[in-house]
């Protein structure tokens, strides 16, 4: 399925990566005066990887000369220690980490590098950064639990900077799968056997559950999912695990990686899949980043989530922003999802829905829309919208695997 709104939104999206685009890559969205306060004209880790992916699907020379200088440009400012810094600003030589780290832009960045050797005909650029690699996965691997072999990090630190995730979280060790399989890495069956055992510990016999260390949270997460509701959490991963407690959000992006990057057998996958089709909130909408966003009097709520750049501006209540807001980008993973999962006609209209809301407003490309009412937030022209848009619609059309 394509038709004229999709094929639009495809050469609106390699007009503003082209636009985007600078000597050093890709800034996360157009010069604009609302990006200059809040650092949107710098190279962020995750932003120009997940754009380059769409780059590089694309087979445009020049989108494909962009993705190799936004991975080159962020090899260079890698910490001694292996750590890719969540954005750059090589003009001024200036190097950000997040205040409680960016775990995740490693991980992109990984990924990247190894989408670029198998989907162009540039051999060097991989074998050139050998040795950032090395010491990009030796970072990470001092980042997991020596037992499970998962990634193990703070709560804020990886895309949803201002959500109270943390411990083993969904999201970033359904990336570090990826990163174990596409590098070859010991013990990578161990961490996908721990992934399933401790992000969906539902429907096993309890004397088949003790394989993770913390018996007592996978205990207590069975124990609840025994009552009515309960049960509808079965139907997705859980969102993060961490001492006693866990994400009781359905994390609908994670989810999609985790389907994406076959975290997960194809029967769980086929679960996951028809619950997040039949929870969306209106048909004619991308699917938001999760459902059942944390609210205000919920335990899981905290003060940052209302603060933004240490001004107060309520930015993550219910439906919003990284609490169940729609990011075209993150729904546009979905689409992918749904065609891993032989949902193809489906992955095709949740690709049309994504091109229409990206069209608002004369093709703003809004950073994030409200999932009730649809309005249009966040920063316009954002670049990974445009990047995970061109990467969908080459999945889709069968042109390229991860």
């Known amino acids: 399925m394509q038709n004229e709104l999709i094929n639009t939104c495809y050469k609106k999206s390699v007009e503003l990566l082209l636009n985007n685009s600078t000597k050093f890559g890709t800034l996360a969205s157009a010069p604009q005066k ?3 306060t809040k650092n949107y004209l710098s190279i962020f880790a995750r932003d120009a990887s997940i754009s380059s992916l769409g780059m ?23 910490t001694e220690n292996g750590q890719i810094p969540n954005y750059v600003k090589p003009e001024i030589d200036y190097v950000n980490f997040w205040k409680m780290g960016s775990i995740d832009a490693t991980l992109w960045w990984l990924i990247v590098v190894d989408f670029y050797h198998k989907n162009t005909k540039d051999k060097k650029l991989k074998k050139n950064l050998d040795k950032k690699i090395k010491l990009a ?4 691997n001092c980042q997991k639990h020596p037992k499970d072999e ?6 804020a630190s990886d895309w949803a900077d201002i959500f109270p995730r943390s411990g083993r979280v969904l999201y970033t060790n359904a990336l570090w799968l990826k990163v174990k399989e596409a590098y070859k890495l010991k013990n990578y069956n161990l961490s996908k056997n721990s992934f399933r055992d401790l992000f969906y510990p539902f429907n ?11 018996k007592l949270t996978i205990k207590a997460i069975l124990k609840k999912t025994e009552c009515p509701e309960g049960k509808k959490q079965s139907e997705s991963l859980l969102s993060y695990v ?27 996958s086929k679960k996951i899949i028809s619950n997040l089709l039949n929870k969306k909130i209106h048909k004619n909408f991308p699917i938001p980043v999760l459902f059942n966003p944390i609210k205000k009097n919920s335990k899981f709520w905290r003060e940052y989530m209302g603060i933004s750049n240490n001004n107060l501006s309520n930015q993550n209540p219910p439906y919003e922003y990284h609490n169940g807001g729609i990011w075209p980008y993150a729904s546009s993973f979905f689409a992918i999802a749904l065609y891993s999962a032989s949902h193809k006609k489906e992955a095709w ?7 229409r809301i990206n069209s608002l407003k004369n093709w703003e490309f809004n950073e994030w829309f409200h999932a009730k009412t649809g309005k249009a937030m966040g920063m316009k022209k954002q670049s990974w919208n445009a990047g995970a848009f061109l990467l969908a619609y080459h999945v889709l059309k069968g042109e390229v695997i991860f």
């Open 56 to 78: 590089i699907a694309s087979k445009n020379k020049k989108l494909i000369k962009i993705a190799k200088r936004n991975i080159k440009t962020l090899g260079k400012y890698q």
């Open 34 to 36: 609302k990006a200059v």
């Open 204 to 214: 096993r016999r309890k004397n088949k559950l003790l394989k993770y260390d913390d």
């Open 137 to 140: 996965l030796n970072w990470l």
């Open 242 to 268: 961490n001492y006693l407690f866990w994400g009781e959000d359905i994390d609908v992006y994670a989810n999609s990686l985790a389907i994406i990057f076959k975290s997960i057998n194809k029967k769980i």
């Open 150 to 155: 998962l990634l193990v990090q703070n709560e």
């Open 349 to 355: 209209i949740e690709l049309e829905k994504i091109a």
